[in-house]
């Protein structure tokens, strides 16, 4: 079953997601300046 459709799958898919944007955002900050588009996305979840 996909992750989208189970619940558990998709809320541990979303913490990943906050976690990798956090890690990312310590390591390399000149990548995720930008607050606008996609890469928006990325900073809110950081």
Same mark, same amino acid.
């Given at each position: 079953?996909? !992750?989208?459709?189970? &619940?558990?799958?998709?809320?541990?898919? $979303? +913490?990943?997601?906050?976690? !990798?944007?956090?890690? &990312?955002?310590?390591?390399?900050?000149? $990548? +995720?300046?930008?607050?606008?588009?996609?890469?928006?996305?990325?900073?809110?979840?950081?």
């Amino acid at each position: 079953m996909s !992750a989208l459709f189970n &619940f558990h799958s998709f809320l541990t898919v $979303i +913490l990943l997601g906050i976690c !990798a944007c956090t890690y &990312f955002k310590m390591q390399f900050p000149a $990548i +995720l300046d930008q607050k606008t588009g996609l890469d928006g996305m990325t900073y809110m979840l950081s």
